[in-house]
């Protein structure tokens, strides 16, 4: 396993999509900066707001990305018959793969993060706001927060490209898997808050909503941005579920995709 976690990490740093996607991010850190700087009030809450965001969808397409190419292209280029002739099973190649994206995914929200700081350090000095924002171990931990939920969309995107013989497959429902994941818990308490009244809407959607969240872990949980943007802490209780959530899902799609790539035939 260590030796297809070394080879992914290599693999990753070297890919242009890496390069890409990273100054995407950089890029987004920039419009972060700017926004707070042309913000009336709380320069800095809007400009970490706003790189949070633009951190958490350069994760996910960094994830996936890099799923197509240490996996992916090797099923679809047939170049994992090289791997696969090492004497270990195909699972560890896949955990390792993983491991590797995780890792790399580790170092990318590290850069990010670093330069998030000083976007926001250099946004709206001076201001004194009514919310300071926090830029401490509260910053972090919401950091840590989205790189558990991007290991989740990872592992969607490990489990299809075991199964898919299209190699856009993967990428296409790892970002669709992403997008409804987050959305998911806003459409729970909005559901739940009764719709602004709307009881055929309740109804209607309500037993769908109810079917959707069994299967799909709702990742909006692990949004912690408020804690370092106004000091609301989650609770302890909160903590845990969610991280109980993201690593038994990501757990189980991870055994799914070694099982799936365990029987299927490469010729």
Known sequence: MLQ?????????LRGRSFHAVLLHGLLLIGVAHLSGSFSP????????????????????LLALFWIQELVTREIDRRTILFSLTYPVSRGAFLAGRYLAVIALLGLAALALGLCLILAVALTGSGYLQEFPVSLGAAYW?????????????????????????VAIMPLAIGFCFAIGAKALGVTIDYLARGADGDTAMVAAYGPWIDAIRALMPDLSRLDWREWPMYGLQPSLE????????ATAYAAALLLLAIRSIERREFS
């Open 4 to 12: 297809f976690l070394i080879s992914g990490l290599r693999v990753g």
């Open 141 to 165: 931990i919401t950091l840590l927060g989205m790189l558990l939920d991007v290991a989740v969309v990872a592992a969607v995107g490990m489990w299809m490209a075991t199964l898919s013989t």
């Open 41 to 60: 009030r709380q320069p800095a809450t809007v400009a970490l707001d706003v790189g949070f965001s633009g951190i958490s969808l350069t994760l996910v």
């Open 238 to 245: 909160a903590f845990g579920w969610s991280l109980v959530m």
